[in-house]
Nanobody, 115 residues
Framework: QVQLVESGGGLVQAGGSLRLSCAAS????????MSWYRQAPGKQRDWVAG???????NYIDSAKGRFTISRDNAKNTVYLQMNSLKLEDTAVYYC?????????WGRGIQVTVSS
């Protein structure tokens, strides 16, 4: 059974930083394509960042230079370091692991950026 558990969210002032963690079980993050998505109130869920099995990282344009996705193979955990946070980064953030069809999903964690 695959489980993805996010942690590290919360309330932060604009310009601040947060690091989200996604602890995986039932899969190995080192061999899976892993991603972070987010969903703001009233909006669709959007892809934010991804790391492939070979370590290639990609980001949505608005996250480039501010967010960093990484993984710790020994801890079987994926991270999203978010710096210089903006009000528009407020959303529920979801960890996802690619499967044959679609993704496995975590339950999500709230990130709120205040002015």
């Amino acid at each position: 059974q695959v489980q993805l558990v996010e942690s590290g969210g919360g309330l932060v002032q604009a310009g601040g930083s947060l690091r989200l963690s996604c602890a995986a079980s039932g899969i190995r993050v080192v061999v899976n394509d892993m991603s972070w998505y987010r969903q703001a109130p009233g909006k669709q869920r959007d892809w934010v960042a991804g790391i492939t099995s070979d370590g290639t990282t990609n980001y949505i344009d608005s996250a480039k230079g501010r967010f960093t996705i990484s993984r710790d193979n020994a801890k079987n955990t994926v991270y999203l370091q978010m710096n210089s946070l903006k009000l528009e980064d407020t959303a529920v953030y979801y960890c996802a692991a690619r499967r044959n069809i679609g993704n496995y999903w975590g339950r999500g964690i709230q990130v709120t950026v205040s002015s």
